[in-house]
């Protein structure tokens, strides 16, 4: 960061704490009516609750459920169709499996167009680009990004540097405390135009509009008009990069384990008929039943955390668990018999809980596959109970 660029204080508000309070606290908090006027700007009424959905401190029928306590929202509202997007992106996950995971369809260029690693100027926020920056300190300082800024930098990455969006979204999955392997590999292919029809294009002007001074990016290669942008990201020529050792910030590492002397772990299979606390399920157990904590080291070997991600998960499992184990893939023998858990699809693949409860959906799920967001709605948000 350049001497006289602002320190950056706009990351302090951010905080995400991991306690039940604090959740519900950022639900009560939720405006939806300024929320729909202001969502798109980086200062808008956002509600930040994404780190504790993503975490299952509440499902998105008890998010709905507690904004509706004061306000009546029906499907057509802004916040209610945002938060349909995350049950898309689920709905997809659920019936592509692994497959979104790879280009959807072809996107603007073949895949091979792209390079595979994510260039050390953009990983260190000295690209030059005020808005790319700014995003990526943000993204480092705090563990969340407003939609706004996650697009900027992916519509950048993929169309304007020619990283294959893969390795864009592998980068920030790591990084993000709401890390959501759906809604951000989906995300990365929406902006990609591997999952829409049309790459999503910006340029200074639009982050002008939207974002405080110091994300202002005039003069820089994003100053230019749509018609250049869409040539730019239809050309192979990748834009230069910055000066990586000028104004570079560090990046945090992400590890397959947590952070040494974070959690204790016990010996062994969970006992028998208890209550699995999983990363995404860190919410109360039903009564009468015994909350154990499990992390399975088969998914944290394939998808790394960064540190601050490991701590907010960590401090609540041991709020609600007096005991934690790590478990090894899905071997026979270490499922305990009559556990039961919330079934999800991050762990789905790595190790399955033999009563899984399903999670509460917003909405009744449609009889087939949805391809685009728009289909998705109209046959489901109809459900929408009142
Ligand atoms: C490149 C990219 C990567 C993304 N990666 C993730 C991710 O890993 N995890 C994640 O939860 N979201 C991801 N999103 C979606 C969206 O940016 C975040 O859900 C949102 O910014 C979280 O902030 P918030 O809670 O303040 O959202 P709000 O705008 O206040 O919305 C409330 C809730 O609705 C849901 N929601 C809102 N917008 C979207 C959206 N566009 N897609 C899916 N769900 C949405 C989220 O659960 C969010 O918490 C990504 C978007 C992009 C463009």
């Given at each position: 960061m350049s001497p006289d660029r602002p320190t950056p204080d706009l990351f302090a508000p951010a905080g995400f704490e991991p306690t039940l309070a604090a959740a519900q606290a950022r639900l009560a908090a939720v405006r939806p009516g300024d929320y729909a006027r202001s969502r798109n700007a980086i200062e808008g009424a956002v509600t930040r609750l994404s780190p504790y959905i993503t975490h299952g401190y509440f499902s998105l029928p008890q998010v709905l459920a507690g904004v509706r306590q004061k306000y009546r929202l029906d499907a057509e509202h802004k916040f209610v169709y945002e938060l349909g997007w995350r049950e898309f992106f689920h709905h997809v996950w659920q019936h592509r499996g692994p497959g979104i995971f790879k280009s959807l369809h072809e996107g603007v260029l073949p895949d091979s167009a792209y390079a595979r690693e994510l260039p050390a100027d953009i990983r260190h926020g000295a690209t030059g680009i005020p808005a790319i920056d700014r995003a990526v300190r943000e993204l480092y300082a705090t563990g969340y990004l407003h939609n706004h800024a996650r697009m900027w930098l992916a519509s950048y990455v993929v169309h304007l540097r020619k990283v294959h969006w893969r390795a864009g979204a592998d980068w920030l999955y790591g990084h993000?405390?709401?890390?959501d392997l759906a809604s951000n590999h989906l995300s990365w292919q929406w902006v990609a135009a591997t999952g829409s029809h049309k790459p999503y294009l910006f340029n200074a002007e639009n982050v002008a509009r939207y974002a405080p001074p110091e994300w202002h990016s005039e003069g820089s290669f994003i100053d230019t008009s749509y018609d250049e942008l869409d040539a730019m990201a239809r050309s192979r020529k990748p834009l230069p990069a910055g000066n990586s050792r000028l104004d570079a910030v560090p990046e945090p590492a992400c590890t397959p384990e947590p952070p040494p002397g974070l959690l204790a772990f016990e010996p062994g299979p969970p006992p028998d008929h208890s209550w699995l606390i999983h990363p995404w399920a860190l919410r109360e157990p039903p009564p009468g039943q015994q909350a154990v904590g499990i992390f399975v080291a088969e998914f944290h070997a394939r998808w790394h955390w960064s540190a601050a991600r490991w701590q907010f998960v960590a401090t609540r499992m041991k709020a609600l668990c007096e005991r934690i184990h790590w478990l090894p893939g899905p071997a026979a023998g270490m499922l305990p018999r009559g556990c039961r858990s919330l079934a999800e699809a991050h762990l789905a693949p790595h190790w399955q809980v033999a009563e899984a409860v399903p999670v509460p959906r917003l909405f009744a799920a449609p009889a087939r596959a949805c391809h685009s967001f728009t289909q998705f709605y109209k046959l489901a948000s109809g459900s929408l109970q009142d």
């Open positions: 993000l405390l709401d890390g």
